[in-house]
Every structure is written in structure tokens, then in C-alpha cells.
């Protein structure tokens, strides 16, 4: 060997990306690593990015069915036909032929028997555009899912969420028109059992949909700390309250129990309604079937929410939670007085449509926090 040779090998073995004894390059596998990272967060920002848009059809779709609800359109349309009923009727005949299919519905002959075709086509249209809305959500939620799965941007191993959020929203759909058909046979109304389920079922799919888009956002934050232990008790407690609270919210409205007293905070000149457990029997149906009773529990119900949302509050204030999270649970605190207080001018205003909507809609904006303050409790926070 030279010294020439002798000089110039070991500067050419370390060099970067150099060979060494072996022939390997020395750090071969680390910009295909950093790439598969970056491949895999623009990944997960595409896939947060439909989430969200789903997430926004499902709470239109929850706000816009409560207005459906709410002018009794829910039952205009008779026939569930998820191809050809993508047009409405067109021309006097097809009109003249949906008009009689909804004539022998119990709504038409025992509470609009007087209806006419003009004012049937209104309630059609509102209908129409509900279950145009819900067809063009599936398709958001299922052509991109199955793309999604097709090109590996969401690998197989993670794909079973997502999969059960395509399900949850195809037996959402199937709620829906089972719902319509409870009203189409011998009472002019729908099940207010079924309507629950539909509203509820819509809720946990909102829920679902928005922690999966939360976790994907989060990119690997860390798990929460022992010490927010009651803070997360008291946020899941929030939660199921309000689950309960939104589920007496549909029987009330399934039930029209918002009628049942105009009065507040007494019903018929008392704190407890008259005959509460005593109008059906057995006693524990008055707690799900009787309009009073169930529009007592759903005004009370809410005092229950309140006092799990202070006790949020003040387990924040001694967790270490974060600036951002406190804020939050100070938001939900004044996003539940403000639903009392709109709850209230319901109940005073004779359910005015404005109003109840504005309280179903600020009803799923409460649940959308709750959630949010539930996963960064549960994920753990890297601020202060």
C-alpha cells in the first residue's frame, strides 16, 4: 500500500452515504423512513379532512331533520326508492299520482284531510331535500372510504373504524325510513321510540366520526397523565348525562310534550305533575310515554347536566390540564346555561320553530365539546 492509498481510504470511507467493510451504504434506510412519515401524516390529514366534511353533513343533517320534524313534513313522502327517488315528480299526473299515495296515509285522513296539492308539494319538498342530503352523505361517506382503502391511505390494520362508520351510517339510513314507516300504518306520528333511536344513532355516529378526525389531528400526543384522573371521570360523566338529556329531548319531541306545559319552573301550578306516575301503567311507561311526565324529567334532567358540568370545571381547575382545556370546560359551562335558558323560552313561547331549532342545534354544538374535552383528557396534552 501507498501512502497515498493509505491516506485516501479512510476519507473515502467516511464520507456520507459512503460504503463501509461491509459494501452497505451507512444510512441507506433513513430518507425512505423520513419519506414514509411524511407520506403517512398527509395521509392522515387527507383522511382528517373527509372526517370533517362528514362530520358536517351528519350535524346538517341532524339540525335539518329536527326542522322536518318540526313542520311535519317527515311523512310527505311514503316510498323509500334510494334510485328513482332521486327526482321528485315531474309533470301534473306524477304529482296528482304522489298526492293520493300520501292521501291514504293516517296523517292525510285523521290531521290534514283539508290539504292541498300546493300546500302538499311544500311538505314534499322539505322531505325531499332531507333524503337527497342523506343520499349524497352516503355517497361522501362510502366512495372516498372505499378509495381511501383501495390506494393503502388508510392501511388495513386501521381500517375497521373507518369501516364501522360506513355501517353506522348505512343502519342510520335504514332508522331513518324504518321511523317514516311507524307512521304510515295506523297512527298519524311516528314512533317516538324509533325517532329517538334515529336521533341518537345519528349522535353516535357524529361522535365516532369526530374522534376518529380528533386522533388523527392529535399526531402521537401523549397518553394522559394519572393525575387527570377526575377530570376525566367528571367529563365522561358530562357525557353520559348528556346522552340521557338528548334522549329525553327526542321523546319529548317524538311525543310533542313540548305542548304538555306552557309553564316554568311549575307544571300545572306544581313542582311535580299531577298524576305523573299514575297516567299509564305500568308506572315506569309514564318515565318514557306520558308527555307531562316526560316533559317534566327532560326539564330536571338538565339541573343533572349542569352540576356534572361545575364539577367538570372545578376538577380542571386542580388537574393539569392545559390553558386551552379549562377554556373549554368553561365553554361548555356557558354553552348549558344558555340551552336552559333557551330550553326555558321554548316551554314559554309555545315551541316556537326558530327556537327549537336553535336548541337541537346548540344541543349537538354542547356534545361536539363534550367530545373534544373528553379525547384531550383521555390523549394528554403537551402545552401548559
Not at 3 to 10: E, L
Not at 49 to 54: E, H, I, M, N
Not at 242 to 256: H, W
Not at 341 to 362: K, M, N, R
Amino acid at each position: 500500500m501507498t501512502h497515498g492509498d493509505a491516506m485516501t481510504t479512510p476519507a473515502r470511507s467516511s464520507r456520507p452515504g459512503g460504503r463501509g467493510a461491509t459494501g452497505a451504504p451507512a444510512a441507506a434506510g433513513l430518507p425512505t423512513a423520513a419519506g414514509e412519515v411524511a407520506t403517512t401524516r398527509a395521509h392522515d390529514r387527507l383522511v382528517a379532512r373527509w372526517l370533517a366534511v362528514v362530520c358536517g353533513f351528519i350535524v346538517f343533517m341532524v339540525v335539518f331533520g329536527g326542522f322536518v320534524r318540526l313542520t311535519e313534513s317527515g311523512l310527505s313522502i311514503v316510498e323509500w326508492n334510494v334510485v328513482m327517488g332521486v327526482l321528485p315528480p315531474i309533470g301534473e299526473a306524477a304529482w296528482r299520482e304522489t298526492f293520493a299515495r300520501y292521501q291514504a296515509t293516517p296523517e292525510f285522513r285523521h290531521v290534514n284531510s283539508a290539504m292541498t296539492l300546493a300546500e302538499y308539494q311544500r311538505i314534499f319538498y322539505i322531505e325531499y331535500i332531507h333524503r337527497l342530503v342523506a343520499r349524497v352523505a352516503g355517497l361522501v361517506v362510502a366512495l372516498p372510504l372505499l378509495y381511501f382503502l383501495a390506494r393503502g391511505i388508510i392501511p388495513r390494520r386501521r381500517a375497521l373504524p373507518y369501516v364501522g362508520i360506513g355501517l353506522l351510517f348505512g343502519f342510520q339510513g335504514f332508522l331513518g325510513w324504518y321511523m317514516v314507516k311507524s307512521g304510515l300504518v295506523d297512527q298519524p306520528a311516528v314512533s317516538h321510540f324509533r325517532l329517538t333511536a334515529h336521533l341518537l344513532a345519528a349522535l353516535v355516529l357524529l361522535c365516532a366520526t369526530y374522534w376518529q378526525a380528533l386522533g388523527l389531528r392529535a399526531d402521537g400526543a401523549p397518553m394522559a397523565r394519572p393525575g387527570d384522573l377526575r377530570a376525566r371521570r367528571a367529563a365522561l360523566a358530562v357525557l353520559g348525562l348528556l346522552f340521557a338529556q338528548i334522549a329525553y329531548g327526542g321523546l319529548v319531541a317524538g311525543l310533542d310534550a313540548g305542548m304538555a306545559s306552557d309553564t316554568w319552573p311549575l307544571m300545572y301550578g306544581r313542582w311535580v305533575p299531577p298524576g305523573w306516575l299514575e297516567t299509564l301503567a305500568p308506572w315506569w311507561r309514564n318515565l318514557v310515554s306520558a308527555p307531562a311526565t316526560v316533559q317534566f324529567v327532560h326539564r330536571w334532567l338538565a339541573f343533572a347536566v349542569l352540576a356534572a358540568v361545575l364539577w367538570l370545571v372545578r376538577a380542571l381547575r386542580t388537574a393539569p390540564a392545559s390553558a386551552a382545556t379549562r377554556r373549554g370546560g368553561y365553554a361548555v359551562l356557558a354553552l348549558v346555561v344558555a340551552q336552559i335558558v333557551l330550553g326555558i323560552s321554548v316551554i314559554w313561547w309555545h315551541v316556537p320553530l326558530a327556537l327549537a331549532l336553535g336548541h337541537q342545534a346548540l344541543a349537538v354544538a354542547i356534545l361536539m365539546v363534550v367530545v373534544w374535552l373528553n379525547f384531550r383528557l383521555r390523549r394528554g396534552e403537551a402545552g401548559p
